[in-house]
């Protein structure tokens, strides 16, 4: 019988607490350490989650006996080094999104997960909320599917920072990011998990001079549906989501955390399937992979290798025609 599963962490921002104060909800979990590149602010960090360690060194951390599984929420250009550095040591990994830099990076990080016999796990908590479950279950009711169009546009606090001259990580190639890595991989996930990679894709996007993207439009194509998918972190948008099927549309309220879904149908009717959510949002993708750990499992079949591999080539495919590379990128 597997006790208590103990956690380490990487990552002292926002998204690590947001994530602990969810993880925390669930019996099976346990924090037993943080990283933090200094002591200083790691024990700042560790201070508001029950003292746990403190490591300054990702090797040592790795090493330890006291940890089953890590949670990283390091920038994106280091996902896939740590993760394998962890899983070779035999750790189940749980990876913010995007799970690495490229498909290649995560190529070697499924290689590794099958190697060592651990979980990976990307951490795109969309796919796993209530309510994507109510939308794949009633997914039938709409007939014959010919559009997904979703989007994700939400300003960015850091861009009046770029504006001024200040370039942020999250306006910085070095660390992978830019507006579809952080933003537009929300709609490309639930599109893939839902029907699989597109046979096709057609990117559109604005560069910025720091050399990632601001926002950007991609277009995929399917045998018998297309998919319009619309993100930025220069502008906002308060559209809901849509799945058009020939008999009704699913109206999404938010495809990065689906809170409200009902089907609108070609007479005028309206169904309602909302699901009550009980937990924070980001509980259920911890859930997920401790029910893996438990099982013996090595990949979830919701946000699975194959699932996070095909959106990883998507985006590295919308990234080649809008011109935007990063150091890890081989091309």
């Known amino acids: 019988m597997i006790g208590l599963i103990r956690f380490g962490t990487i990552g002292t921002n926002w998204i690590t607490e947001r994530f602990l104060h969810a993880a925390l909800e669930n019996d099976d979990f346990e924090l037993k350490a943080v990283y933090s590149r200094t002591e200083e602010k790691g024990r700042e960090f560790a201070a508001q989650f029950g003292e746990p360690k403190v490591y300054t060194d990702l090797n040592e951390m790795a090493s330890s006996d006291e940890i089953d599984a890590v949670y990283i929420a390091s920038p994106n250009s280091l996902h896939a080094e740590q993760a394998i550095l962890f899983m070779n040591h035999h750790k189940h990994v749980l990876c913010e999104k995007p799970l690495a830099s490229n498909s290649g990076e995560v190529r070697k990080m499924i290689a590794a997960a099958e190697a060592n016999g651990v979980v990976l796990m990307e951490a795109m908590k969309s796919t796993l909320m209530p309510n994507f479950r109510i939308m794949k279950e009633n997914l039938y009711k709409i007939g014959q599917v010919r559009r997904y169009f979703a989007g994700y546009c939400q300003y960015s606090s850091r861009y009046d920072a770029f504006k ?54 991609v277009i995929m194509r399917y045998p018998e549906m297309d998919a319009v998918v619309m993100y930025s972190k220069i502008s906002d948008s308060f559209l809901p989501a849509e799945i058009q099927g020939e008999n009704g549309t699913m109206v999404i309220d938010r495809i990065n955390q689906p809170y409200d879904v009902k089907i609108q149908y070609r007479d005028g009717s309206v169904e309602e399937l909302t699901q009550q959510q009980i937990h924070e949002s980001m509980y259920y993708e911890l859930e997920e992979f401790i029910r893996m750990i438990r099982r013996g499992k090595r ?33």
Request: with cysteine; proline share 5%.
């Open 164 to 217: 001024q001259g200040t370039v942020l990580n999250a306006f910085n190639p070095e660390f992978s990011n830019g507006a579809l890595m952080d933003l537009g991989i929300y709609c490309i996930y639930p599109l893939v998990s839902l029907f699989g990679k597109p046979d096709s894709v057609k990117a559109f996007g604005i560069m910025l001079s720091s050399g990632v993207d601001g926002e950007g439009s």
């Open 299 to 331: 990949c979830s079949k919701i946000n699975s290798h194959e699932t996070s591999l095909a959106v990883a080539e998507v985006m590295e495919e919308a990234r080649k025609q809008i011109g935007l590379k990063y150091a890890a990128d081989p091309w």
